[in-house]
């Protein structure tokens, strides 16, 4: 009932902003759609197709709509996309989730079952994926299972970004946006031929401010962007053959994500029950280094050649990045629960793609082969202090043994005199553990898909892949760095100082063996078969992917169709947990739809129901607290999944002015097998995707003053995340909570911009996240300190705008 009445409401706020401002003759340009009288291309089933002839679920978003509302890459645009979800709390590690199916498996040895590809060429691991939108023409997020077309890397869905390519024209523009909180965008963009065949495009971007929250800690700001690209394409046209040379740079550098305390800054083993407003905290980050950075470069070439019977497409692609996150895990600077981590990962990726495309009599064809080839190494550290184990080890275990070594040691110093013992003190001593990963991967495969035309107004498709995949791992993880404490045992052990403590019968042999093991051995990554060199595991998976839909044409504008398909997730390697595998993910998802236009009153519509199963969904879950050492530790866990869902779209031109777009999708998803790590039986709960997430747009342009005033707004919507045993016994689902962690989210982004009579200039007035709403997502990774901690989205920007044509 409350979901319900949430809608209402929803849909109450939505008529009420186009009426009030249809009243203040304010408009907008936005199209969430590349546009050509009312026809939308898109590239969904790798063919040019108009969108309303695609039997998919696909919502598009235009490159100039998403600049126009500072929309500055992927990161932004979940919120206006019903059933996509990205959590950004780390800009290199983003957990992307598509119709509810996702992971939270952040290491190099698996992927996300969302498949993320620019102009067709898979951008890798997560950690590339989130560059800055520069220079695009388009994204298409293509619902369901999409492995037939796109590889086993989309058994979820696939997001699709298109850049625009080189033309044979001048062309040069600029924009510059200054904000609040030294927000500071800007663009360039160049375009020119070179000769008759030859064309060379030339962009850039750049985002920078200074960030949003104060680090009482150190005075410095925290929550900022820092990020510059530049994109450059060649392209070549022949009389019937084309090529296209393209390389995207960008280097990001920014602080860590800043992380705020639930348990106001306070050592706190209470649980959910005792947490506090951590939007009332102060934020008190003392990790060293705290910092994102990424450094990515990527080139393609793709070549189109005629054939007698087709055309052949050939893509080379190559994508290198160098990553890493150093960041706070007990968002304080007390010494007594001093934690963080970093990782640093590096990841190089060859692609090539030979791809048959044809016509012949009443079948529209494609047909393909395709390579791939990724290297990968990454280094995750655990830091912390002795004092800090000892609260660790206090809390599971009932001793402080820094602490009590350090009394008895200085103890005995004062008994016997020895000054050396009385000045030892194993407190405070910096302590890290890492782990090592390298993965190389391999994956081959052929597909096809072909569209009969059985009748002028039915068509049936039927398609497949068949993939396999080689994979190898390995795990190093040596003994803890903890140099400054190492000289003080030296101390000890040199003074004899266990055997004087059993001699003097205040240890025991057993109890003394104990404690010094303790203060030399891992405590996080405690694998002895990979401490002394790495251990290496391999692995492959074979799977055909298939793929079978009918349409028909009611009438000439208005299509219905149904289609099977299955997807398939190759299995993978636990980065923290040495030998620990993933099986092959499956999923089936059946699902039926309209599509239309109804051009009388220019309104277009999609809709379709949907059901899938998915079968050993890989993911890593933390738990909050091993049993030995109270150390939280990352174990794999696999699940099985099934939902019911409807999806629906609308898009209205109400006239030369005024355009409406709205969208909508309901998910009702559960577990229908999983065990959660702490060992509750979850079948039939909730798996956490919220029942209903929605957005709205309205956006029109008119006459001002000689020249063209432009209004957009975009509201979105997420329901409150659907709570299980498990999400709520730990804190990290709990909606109706002070700490407010998956409650419902909405947000607003809205520009208002004039452009000249000349069209060669205009200014704007940007607003992002309007009613200044932010949201929490809790991270348990501080339990072990007695201090989890929330990740915060960020606060309204608003900016000034700028924009120069030539």
Not at 208 to 225: C, F, K, P, T, V
Not at 425 to 433: A, F, P, V, Y
Request: proline residues 3%.
């Amino acid at each position: 009932m409350r979901v319900s009445v949430i809608q209402q409401r929803l849909k109450l706020r939505l008529c009420a902003s186009a009426v009030s401002v249809a009243l203040a003759s304010m408009a907008a340009s936005v199209s969430f759609a590349q546009e050509t009288d009312q026809v939308v291309v898109v590239t969904a089933q790798s063919r040019s197709q108009q969108i309303q002839n695609v039997p998919i679920a696909v919502q598009t978003m235009s490159g100039a709509a998403l600049k126009d509302l500072g929309v500055a890459s992927l990161a932004d645009v979940d919120a206006f996309v019903p059933g996509l979800a990205i959590d950004t709390s780390q800009s290199i590690r983003p957990q992307v989730y598509l119709r509810g199916v996702g992971t939270e498996d952040f290491g190099i040895g698996t992927d996300s079952p969302v498949g993320i590809y620019t102009d067709g060429v898979y951008t890798g691991k997560n950690g590339g994926s989130l560059l800055n939108f520069n220079d695009i023409k388009r994204v298409e997020v293509l619902k369901g299972p999409q492995g037939t077309l796109f590889g086993r890397n989309a058994a979820a869905g696939a997001i699709s970004i298109v850049t625009n390519e080189p033309i044979n024209r001048v062309e040069a523009n600029a924009l510059v946006r200054i904000g609040s909180r030294g927000e500071k965008h800007a663009e360039a963009l160049y375009n020119t031929p070179l000769s008759d065949s030859v064309a060379l495009r030339i962009s850039a971007v750049s985002q920078q401010n200074d960030g949003w929250a104060l680090n009482s800690y150190n005075g410095q700001r925290m929550g900022d962007d820092g990020d510059r690209g530049v994109r450059a394409a060649l392209r070549w046209q022949g009389d019937e053959s084309s090529a296209t040379l393209s390389w995207e740079h960008e280097v990001m550098r920014q602080s860590g994500p800043p992380v705020f305390s639930v348990t106001n800054n306070k050592i706190n083993y209470g649980g959910p029950s005792t947490w506090s407003d951590p939007l009332a905290t102060q934020l008190n980050n003392d990790a060293n280094p705290n910092m994102q950075g990424r450094t990515f470069d990527g080139v393609t070439l793709r070549v189109e050649k005629p054939l007698s019977f087709a055309t052949l497409t050939s893509t080379t692609a190559y994508r290198h990045y160098n990553a890493q996150n150093w960041q706070d895990n007990d968002a304080g600077s007390n010494p007594a629960s001093a934690l963080s981590t970093g990782i640093v990962e590096s990841n190089a990726t060859w692609q090539q793609e030979f791809k048959l495309s044809g016509e012949t009599g009443k079948i529209n064809w494609v047909s393909g082969v395709s390579a791939y080839r990724e290297r990968a190494t990454s280094v995750q550290s655990v830091s912390a202090t002795t004092t800090s184990l000892d609260t660790i080890i206090a809390h599971s275990a009932g001793l402080a043994p820094y602490a009590t070594l350090t009394t008895l040691a200085q103890a005995l110093g004062k008994a016997t005199g020895s000054s050396t013992l009385q000045g030892v003190n194993l407190l405070g001593q910096s302590w890290t553990e890492s782990i090592y990963d390298k993965g190389e991967y391999r994956a081959y495969a052929a597909y096809g898909d072909a569209i009969w035309h059985v009748s002028d107004s039915t068509n049936l498709t039927l398609g497949g892949r068949y993939t396999h995949d080689q994979k190898s791992f390995s795990w190093y993880n040596p003994a803890r760095n903890a140099a400054g404490l190492d000289a003080q045992l030296a101390v000890l052990n040199s003074a004899n100082f266990y055997q004087a403590l059993v001699a003097a019968k205040l240890l025991t042999a057993t109890q003394a063996a104990t404690l010094k093991a303790v203060t030399t051995s891992n405590i996080q990554f405690t694998n002895p078969g990979s401490s002394k060199a790495a251990f290496t595991a391999d692995n492959s998976w074979n799977n055909f992917s298939p793929r079978v839909v009918l349409d028909h044409h009611l009438t000439p504008d208005h299509m219905a169709y149904a289609s099977w398909s299955k997807g398939y997730q190759a299995g993978g390697f636990d980065a923290v947990g040495v030998n620990g595998q993933y099986d092959k993910e499956l999923v089936t998802n059946l699902e039926v739809g309209l599509k239309g236009t109804v051009r009388s009153i220019g309104l277009s519509y999609g809709a379709s129901l949907f059901r899938y199963k998915y079968t050993n969904l890989q993911s890593l879950t933390l738990i909050p607290a091993s049993a030995s050492s109270g150390i939280p530790v990352y174990q794999i866990v696999n699940s099985d999944q099934e939902a019911t869902g409807v999806d629906l779209e609308g898009q209205w031109k109400l006239n030369r002015i005024w355009r409406l777009n709205g969208s909508l999708e309901y998910l009702d998803q559960t577990y229908s097998h999983y065990v959660a790590p702490t060992g509750v039986n979850l079948d039939g709960q909730a798996a956490g995707a919220p029942l209903f997430s929605a957005s709205a747009g309205v956006a029109a342009k008119w006459p001002v003053a000689d020249g063209n005033a432009d209004f957009s707004l975009m509201y979105g919507y997420q329901g409150k995340k659907r709570c299980n045993e498990d999400t709520s016994s730990t804190g990290t689902c709990s909606p109706d909570s002070v700490v407010g962690a998956g409650k419902a989210r909405e947000r607003i982004d809205t520009r208002l911009g004039w452009t000249a009579p000349t069209g060669r200039w205009g200014v704007g007035l940007v607003v992002n996240n309007l009613t200044n709403k932010q949201y929490v997502s809790v991270s348990t990774l501080g339990s072990a300190v007695g201090s989890p901690y929330v990740y915060v989205s960020k606060p309204r920007v608003i900016s000034l705008e700028l924009r120069v044509q030539l």
